[in-house]
């Protein structure tokens, strides 16, 4: 609980899920029990009562902190002999040195048969908890906003119903803008991450859709997703065999490339500070409701890399804690793809106002988590700066007063980026490392 990429909405997600589960296992006596405290001191709590046979859990591919951890947890199952097993999670496989076969095995197992779970009515075991949840802390879990998507199982099958009937018919063509795709987007994504489903039950479902789908515009959304599906799985394998990315380029060349820290830029793309609608209005909705699309987040991403020409470092964990579907795999790859630091993709830079106007024309993304610009005019909606002092008043908002000027000229700070990115990437120990990198995860 206390890991910097942690925060509050995710241990409510995960509260809402346990509750939800634990009503499905009271018909079989069973329930998941909660410890307030770290893996070692619950499972001596437990062995003192019982002898540890068995461990169970999923193999996680997490952040450098969970690996200490489950380096602690399997000596601690050493020294008191008992068998952690650890179950393959979405086609990922631990200990690979290179992708050779990856993507055929991942096929596979999506196309293998589910396995259905079967319990016992037996009498669970009377475990007696020192550790429990304090009653101030079942409150703040339980408070749990509504603008956030709903937690538990029950909830990931109804947006995944919703989006094979009618949500997701326009899914691609959607997909960049920043208001509808709230809604065409399969929206699946804090279902995945909290393992209320698992890839291949997603998998699974929406590739039955698509055999029955008769649309073509539908046909290849069902087929995009699953491309997605894919994506995901692709990432989070490449963090399972580096874990480093969360905290180094994943192409060493890219650490000789100073990115001096400026805390006035960080505070204002943190705070929704930076004068520029799109980005304000991206880490607002944000904040409020854990989610955005992906390519308001590769700009939010561009923007603090490459404009602010910040180093990543100084922005994942931020993103980390607002998203309420926070997946290690995704989040550090993505990160780095967009600031630039991985070489072997193509460096994209998005430009906030051309981003604005392509994909929220008429401001209506801004205006809603930007309400101080509720009266701009639509002309002017994406750069609001260039009113006339009585466009400001009569529109009710005054640059530099109600609403900051923007922080950077984002003409310049794209030329210096793109100067400094672009002619890094021949550099020597770039050049290296993109071989070492090509083949360790594309082959
Ligand atoms: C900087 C950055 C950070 C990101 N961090 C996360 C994160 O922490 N957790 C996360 O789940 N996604 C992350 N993404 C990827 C993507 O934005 C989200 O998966 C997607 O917006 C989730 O919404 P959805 O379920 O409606 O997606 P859909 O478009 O409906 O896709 C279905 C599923 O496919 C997977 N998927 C979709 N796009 C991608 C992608 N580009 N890469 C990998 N998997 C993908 C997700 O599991 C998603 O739930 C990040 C993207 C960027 C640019």
């Known amino acids: 609980m206390d890991y910097p990429d942690t925060s509050l909405r995710h241990l409510q997600f995960q509260y809402h899920s346990i509750i939800e589960l634990n ?65 393959q999670r979405d086609g990922i ?23 259905e779970n079967e319990y016992t009515l037996q009498a669970p075991l009377q475990l007696d908890n020192p550790y429990p949840l304090s009653e101030v802390m079942i409150v703040t879990f339980l408070n749990y906003p509504d603008a956030y998507q709903p937690a538990a199982e029950s909830y990931a099958i109804k947006y995944l119903q919703t989006f094979i009937s009618g949500r997701g018919q326009y899914y691609s063509k959607i997909i960049s803008k920043p208001t509808e795709s709230r809604i065409s987007c399969g929206r699946i994504s804090p279902y995945l991450s909290w393992g209320n489903v698992s890839i291949k039950q997603v998998y699974q479902y929406i590739y ?17 997703i699953l491309t997605r ?3 995901h799985c692709h990432f989070i394998q490449k963090f399972e065999v580096d874990c480093s990315y969360e905290t180094k380029c994943i192409n060493e060349g890219y ?36 989610w955005i699309n992906f390519r308001m987040r590769a700009m939010l991403v561009s923007f603090f890399c490459h404009h602010l020409y910040q180093d990543w470092r100084a922005g994942t964990y931020h993103l980390a804690k607002l998203f309420l579907d926070y997946e290690p795999g995704i989040h550090y790859s993505q990160f780095q793809m967009q600031a630039g630091t991985t070489g072997i993709n193509t460096i994209r830079m ?16 801004i205006k809603k988590w ?17 009113m006339s002092l009585m466009e400001q008043e009569i529109a009710g908002v005054i ?19 793109r100067k400094n990115i672009w002619g890094h990437k021949n550099h020597e120990l770039v050049r290296k490392e993109n071989k070492r990198i090509l083949a360790t995860h594309c082959r």
């Open 23 to 87: 009503k499905k296992l009271k018909i079989y006596n069973k329930e998941v029990n909660i410890f307030h405290t770290d893996i070692i001191s619950t499972l001596v709590a437990i062995n003192k009562q019982y002898d540890i046979i068995h461990l169970f859990s999923y193999q996680e591919s997490g952040i450098q902190l969970t690996y200490l951890r489950d380096k602690l947890v399997q000596k601690y199952c050493q020294e008191n002999k008992i068998n952690w097993i650890q179950s």
């Open 93 to 115: 496989v631990r200990g690979i040195k290179n992708r050779t076969g990856w993507d055929k095995n991942w096929y596979t197992t999506m196309h293998s048969p589910m396995i």
């Open 208 to 224: 039955g859709a698509g055999k029955k789908a008769k649309a073509a515009n539908e046909k290849q959304s069902f087929v995009n």
């Open 229 to 231: 599906l894919k994506w």
């Open 255 to 290: 650490e000789l490339l100073p990115h001096p820290l400026n805390a006035e830029y960080i505070q204002a793309w943190e705070n929704a500070n930076t004068g520029f609608p799109l980005v304000d209005a991206c880490m607002n909705c944000l904040k409020a409701t854990g």
């Open 350 to 365: 998005y430009n906030p106002i051309k981003q604005s106007m392509d994909h929220d024309p008429n401001g209506i993304f």
């Open 370 to 386: 930007l309400p101080v610009l509720n009266n701009v005019p639509t002309t002017l909606i994406h750069e609001p700066y260039k």
């Open 399 to 417: 640059i530099g007063k109600d609403y900051p000027f923007p922080i950077i000229d984002i003409t310049k700070a794209g030329v210096a980026a």
